[in-house]
């Protein structure tokens, strides 16, 4: 279910419990925490140290992460004064008092709760390592947007992203099921790491307006947009890059150049977000997180031929 801000009064009334609460955790968002264990489940598999329940563990928790920082983001923008009225972006529960901030709050420290009792059996199956990933991870979600100095706030939220949604994510699950973490590993978190980069893009190049008017220094507001139109094309680039990068190293077979069939997605996306603007960048923020999906399920199956 799409919905703005520009959705009625009378069609927010007659929205259940649970459409309010699937709004809030922001589905679409949620390929962002996939992809890394994808990956990181088919790089296993092919080197023949996949463990089905430290995957599954990770899937779930990565999500409940995801979900975590979506609800932290709803209720400390609204905090904060960034989501307003003139808001293009899906819509947020608190800003639109569909939610109380104290409800969104509960609902964010029950999910965080839930992906710590999951990092509990993670750090039994891989180690204490895995206890420093889990914390830190969890204070990244928070502190994207709230704290005394939010990440987003600051232009930083590119690299955090980055970092958290790639290596982090995906060398943590390969690591968890192997003890040990391989080159191609390695360059496979960066390949992901910036594929999911180009949805914060996105995000930020829709928001550019609203957050300059609300002193969110983003990327994007920082730099302008022809700069940010230019990052989203530079991240994907490095992402169908690196699969030939690693063919090369002799790291994986041509088959991860199956990688590069997901361009025919990539183009139009490209151009909308070369040329369009404001709320219209929701269809593509949408599809830039279904290529992130495509891009990484191609990745895994590419590794597994090999």
Request: with cysteine; charged share 15%.
């Amino acid at each position: 279910m799409k919905m703005n801000t520009s959705t009625s009064n009378r069609e927010r009334q007659h929205l259940s419990i649970f459409k309010i609460w699937l709004l809030a955790i922001r589905p679409k968002t949620l390929p962002a925490a996939c992809a890394p264990i994808i990956v990181a489940a088919g790089l296993a598999w092919r080197d023949g140290v996949f463990r089905f329940g430290p995957v599954l563990a990770a899937l779930l928790a990565a999500l409940l992460l995801q979900i975590g920082s979506n609800l932290a983001n709803d209720v400390f923008d609204y905090k904060k004064g960034t989501d307003t009225e003139e808001r293009v972006g899906f819509l947020r529960v608190t800003q639109a008092g569909l939610l109380t901030p104290k409800q969104v709050l509960a609902g964010m420290l029950t999910v965080f709760v839930l992906a710590a009792v999951l990092g509990v059996y993670l750090i039994y199956a891989g180690g204490w390592p895995i206890l420093v990933v889990g914390v830190a991870a969890i204070v990244a979600a928070i502190a994207y947007t709230g704290g005394p100095y939010p990440l987003g706030y600051h232009g930083l939220g590119d690299v955090f992203v980055f970092i958290f949604f790639g290596p982090v994510a995906l060398l943590g699950t390969y690591y968890v099921q192997a003890k040990a973490v391989s080159a191609a590993a390695v360059w496979a978190s960066i390949a992901v790491g910036l594929a999911v980069v180009a949805i914060l893009v996105v995000n930020n190049l829709r928001d550019i307006e609203t957050d300059r008017k609300t002193g969110k220094r983003t990327l994007a507001v920082r730099f302008g947009a022809q700069f940010t139109k230019l990052e989203y094309f530079s991240v994907f680039a490095g992402a169908y890059l690196i699969p030939l990068v690693m063919v090369l190293l002799d790291l994986g077979s041509p088959f991860l150049l199956l990688t590069w069939l997901s361009v025919v997605f990539f183009i139009p996306l490209v151009k909308e977000v070369f040329h369009v603007r404001g709320s219209g960048l929701n269809k593509t923020l949408a599809g830039t997180a279904r290529l992130v999906l495509i891009y990484s399920l191609l990745f895994a199956v590419g590794y597994l031929l090999g």
